[in-house]
DNA sequence: ATGTTATTGACAATGTACATGTCAATATGA
DNA sequence: TCATATTGACATGTACATTGTCAATAACAT
């Protein structure tokens, strides 16, 4: 197998490499009243500390429309609250609650734990390295497709 | 950002990278008559050579019942040709036709060329530690899901 | 201030990429 | 030969979205 061949394949085990995760993922949630979905907007709310509905959208780079959705599920079941938004009277700022915070620490311990488990045997600095060529990776890929 | 939280990122990663992946792909198909779905099909054969419907279910992971419907398009667009099997009756081999094996052949030539363009830049030993950490990683997340 | 354009929430319709369940035909193996 | 497995076909279900539209409100240039 030559080097773009090499490439190619690592570009293609993208696919195994997320469904394999999310599998993970998904059974991690299990018991929290978490959906996948749900769990995005609390990582990005967990990460950014408070954001409106499209600023989580442009992070999860999805739709304004389905994120609205997601979190009104979280505003449903108690993981996230509206606040007043200075800037905008329609646009609310969503942060986490207490037990939406507690929550999503809770399903990111443990998904570190498996990570940590995982880890085993990999070397650092080959982990360095594929998360170096995987960024520098996407980014062209994603400027390829704006190009032409 | 330390070694766990490197790794916990890489795994993360890997959606944004298929997506930006597959957006390419999906662009290579424009002209050829193909869907990603049948591309994938048209993938597994020319690799392959023949392989009856479980066969390519087995190899692209996912249901018989959904391959069965990707293979019937290719079938029915002449990508595809059913030969007797002499194991089963029932279950007929799938192989490429000619213009099958062009296509394919073209589609796959041309994402050769982007990935060809997208390596430039890249040290060869790092796609090499990546494509080992991706293969490793997605290996043991598998064995995760199936462990407990 | 006023008209114009942009942003936001809400909702409906649609699409994609699968999984699941079932049936009848046919194979396979004890 | 009887029980079990495999396969194709089809119907239905589901998760994760996109697209379009509307009304309310904001932001901005004139």
Do not use: C
Request: charged content about 30%; aromatic content about 4%; hydrophobic content about 45%.
């Amino acid at each position: 197998m030559n080097d773009l061949e090499k490439l190619y394949k690592l570009i293609w085990m993208s696919r195994p490499l997320m469904q394999a995760a999310e599998a993970v993922v998904e059974r991690g949630l299990d018991g929290t009243g978490l959906t996948v979905r749900a769990r995005a907007v609390l990582e990005v709310l967990y990460a950014k500390d408070k954001a409106t509905v499209p600023d989580i959208a442009e992070k999860l780079e999805i739709k304004r429309q389905y994120v609205q959705v997601m979190v009104n599920e979280t505003l449903a079941e108690g993981f996230t609250m509206k606040r007043e938004n200075p800037r905008h009277k329609r646009s609310s700022i969503i942060e986490l609650t207490d037990i939406g915070r507690a929550v999503i620490e809770g399903v990111i311990r443990r998904e570190m734990t498996v990570v940590s488990s995982i880890s085993a045997g990999l070397k650092a600095t080959d982990v360095d390295a594929a998360l170096e060529v995987v960024m520098t990776l996407t980014e062209k890929l994603k400027s390829e497709q704006g190009s032409n």
